[in-house]
């Protein structure tokens, strides 16, 4: 069964489509980079598999779920991280996890949000409001919330964006050491680091899938002179 | 992993809520300060013509003019934090009933402007009321603000949530705001007065208000509550 399918999918905004006509699989485990220019549609294709935003046109299904048939069961295997860390900045570190933890029902949720902290390497700011943290910290925080009801496929939108190179290297590796047989959809501007660590590449240009493809089938040279006329296309 | 109970749900958002505010008081403070700033602003306008005037038949129009408006600011506020870092979305991604979204933060939102009311009705009450004999049953102006503050909350909450997103969301929020309320508002008002002034006609001039009211609150309440999914998801 494949983990995010596409068929056809439209999201418009009035006569504007963002969306427009998407369609593709990607199996279990695989590690899917969207890439194309700003405008592209990246974050709303995004926003729609995530349930976060309703098709127009088409399906979307999650481990077979109907997005719109279902979306509460496909949420439970949803996780996304965002440039927006989603998290509290009052609030600390264990309530922000303890919050999320509780709402999706986790059993045992101080445990595992003690896990989770443990395994973001921030236990000793647990106490600490998030707005005292670092972006970076903050994006830490923001893993553990995305991952606390163990979800099978994660979303990632810009997730770099704002981070120092430090903070990208630790992020990098959290990222890695999380990813098991989960699957993750990201949208990436940064062409090297988002090719470097898929298995399929998408890249959307006005809404439309200009090229998917398995990276064992492609090759990085011309991926990237595609992804170059691709952007050059400018903003639909 | 159990899906919780929609109690669960609510129970869990309401306690962030509260958890969040009396951290940061943000909302408490604001509509406090601006309760008291509207009081003095009273006393100046009222200085003058207080000798002239039955102020105990004004009572109630001025407390409720002071809780319309400080509600106002207060709900205006409601969804800064669930707008910043996009925690509203984080809430959405969750597999839960959204309709409870609206119920905890409409009761996070009862309780807040009931706390400003405790402290600013006597306030209102010492300041303008002291001087005039009392009713015996100004206690029962309890019911009308109770009945009124539910509303306002839960009207607020939807609308709060409509215009949370918009360019210009406190000046929208106001004009959406007043006109949904003025029924109830009407209704509050009318009888908030009998109840200081101790009308012959009770039942004319503060049950039949007070029924109108909780009537005027179920219907919106019921409304709000089944449009909220379409709301957050538009």
Same mark, same amino acid.
């Given at each position: 069964?494949?983990?995010?399918?596409?068929?056809?999918?439209?999201?418009?905004?009035?006569?504007?489509?963002?969306?427009?006509?998407?369609?593709?699989?990607?199996?279990?485990?695989?590690?899917?980079?969207?890439?194309?220019?700003?405008?592209?549609?990246?974050?709303?294709?995004?926003?729609?598999?995530?349930?976060?935003?309703?098709?127009?046109?088409?399906?979307?299904?999650?481990?077979?779920?109907?997005?719109?048939?279902?979306?509460?069961?496909?949420?439970?295997?949803?996780?996304?991280?965002?440039?927006?860390?989603?998290?509290?900045?009052?609030?600390?570190?264990?309530?922000?996890?303890?919050?999320?933890?509780?709402?999706?029902?986790?059993?045992?949720?101080?445990?595992?949000?003690?896990?989770?902290?443990?395994?973001?390497?921030?236990?000793?700011?647990?106490?600490?409001?998030?707005?005292?943290?670092?972006?970076?910290?903050?994006?830490?925080?923001?893993?553990?919330? &995305? $991952? @606390?009801?163990?979800?099978?496929? %994660?979303?990632?939108?810009? !997730?770099?964006?704002? *981070? /120092?190179?430090?903070?990208?290297?630790?992020?990098?590796?959290?990222?890695?050491?999380?990813?098991?047989?989960?699957?993750?959809?990201?949208?990436?501007?940064?062409?090297?680091?988002?090719?470097?660590?898929?298995?399929? &590449? $998408? @890249?959307?240009?006005?809404?439309? %899938?200009?090229?998917?493809? !398995?990276?064992?089938? *492609? /090759?990085?040279?011309?991926?990237?002179?595609?992804?170059?006329?691709?952007?050059?296309?400018?903003?639909? | 992993?159990?899906?919780?109970?929609?109690?669960?749900?609510?129970?869990?958002?309401?306690?962030?809520?509260?958890?969040?505010?009396?951290?940061?008081?943000?909302?408490?403070?604001?509509?406090?300060?601006?309760?008291?700033?509207?009081?003095?602003?009273?006393?100046?306008?009222?200085?003058?013509?207080?000798?002239?005037?039955?102020?105990?038949?004004?009572?109630?129009?001025?407390?409720?003019?002071?809780?319309?408006?400080?509600?106002?600011?207060?709900?205006?506020?409601?969804?800064?934090?669930?707008?910043?870092?996009?925690?509203?979305?984080?809430?959405?991604?969750?597999?839960?009933?959204?309709?409870?979204?609206?119920?905890?933060?409409?009761?996070?939102?009862?309780?807040?402007?009931?706390?400003?009311?405790?402290?600013?009705?006597?306030?209102?009450?010492?300041?303008?009321?002291?001087?005039?004999?009392?009713?015996?049953?100004?206690?029962?102006?309890?019911?009308?603000?109770?009945?009124?503050?539910?509303?306002?909350?839960?009207?607020?909450?939807?609308?709060?949530?409509?215009?949370?997103?918009?360019?210009?969301?406190?000046?929208?929020?106001?004009?959406?705001?007043?006109?949904?309320?003025?029924?109830?508002?009407?209704?509050?008002?009318?009888?908030?007065?009998?109840?200081?002034?101790?009308?012959?006609?009770?039942?004319?001039?503060?049950?039949?208000?007070?029924?109108?009211?909780?009537?005027?609150?179920?219907?919106?309440?019921?409304?709000?509550?089944?449009?909220?999914?379409?709301?957050?998801?538009?």
């Amino acid at each position: 069964m494949n983990a995010v399918e596409a068929k056809h999918l439209s999201k418009a905004f009035g006569i504007r489509k963002a969306v427009d006509d998407v369609s593709f699989e990607l199996p279990e485990g695989a590690f899917l980079s969207i890439f194309g220019s700003n405008g592209a549609g990246k974050t709303t294709l995004l926003r729609v598999l995530s349930t976060l935003a309703r098709p127009s046109d088409g399906q979307a299904f999650i481990y077979g779920i109907d997005l719109k048939e279902d979306p509460d069961k496909a949420r439970e295997c949803i996780g996304m991280i965002s440039h927006a860390s989603m998290l509290y900045p009052d609030l600390t570190a264990e309530e922000n996890l303890l919050l999320y933890a509780e709402l999706y029902g986790v059993d045992d949720p101080k445990a595992r949000v003690s896990q989770l902290l443990d395994a973001v390497g921030l236990s000793h700011r647990r106490l600490d409001q998030v707005r005292t943290f670092s972006r970076g910290m903050t994006q830490r925080v923001s893993i553990a919330r &995305a $991952l @606390v009801h163990d979800p099978r496929v %994660v979303f990632l939108d810009e !997730p770099y964006s704002g *981070l /120092d190179p430090h903070a990208v290297e630790i992020f990098d590796n959290l990222i890695e050491s999380v990813r098991g047989d989960r699957t993750f959809v990201m949208v990436s501007h940064d062409l090297a680091k988002g090719f470097g660590m898929c298995t399929h &590449a $998408l @890249v959307m240009s006005r809404g439309r %899938v200009v090229s998917f493809a !398995p990276k064992d089938q *492609l /090759d990085y040279d011309e991926f990237a002179r595609l992804y170059r006329e691709t952007v050059g296309m400018g903003v639909a | 992993m159990a899906r919780p109970s929609t109690l669960s749900h609510f129970a869990t958002l309401l306690r962030k809520d509260l958890r969040q505010e009396f951290r940061t008081r943000e909302m408490l403070t604001s509509m406090g300060i601006y309760a008291l700033l509207v009081i003095i602003v009273y006393g100046a306008a009222l200085a003058l013509t207080a000798r002239g005037i039955d102020i105990a038949n004004m009572g109630g129009g001025l407390l409720w003019v002071l809780i319309v408006f400080t509600s106002l600011l207060g709900l205006g506020r409601s969804f800064a934090h669930e707008k910043e870092q996009g925690c509203m979305e984080g809430i959405m991604l969750v597999p839960l009933d959204r309709s409870v979204i609206f119920l905890a933060k409409a009761v996070s939102n009862i309780l807040f402007i009931l706390v400003v009311e405790v402290i600013a009705v006597p306030l209102f009450y010492f300041f303008f009321m002291t001087g005039q004999p009392v009713a015996p049953t100004l206690p029962a102006i309890i019911a009308p603000l109770l009945v009124g503050t539910i509303g306002m909350a839960g009207i607020g909450t939807i609308l709060s949530t409509i215009t949370m997103n918009t360019r210009s969301k406190d000046v929208l929020l106001a004009v959406l705001f007043i006109p949904l309320i003025y029924p109830l508002l009407y209704a509050c008002v009318t009888a908030t007065t009998a109840a200081i002034t101790g009308t012959e006609l009770w039942t004319d001039l503060f049950v039949m208000p007070l029924v109108l009211a909780c009537g005027y609150d179920v219907v919106m309440l019921l409304v709000c509550w089944v449009l909220y999914d379409f709301v957050v998801s538009a």
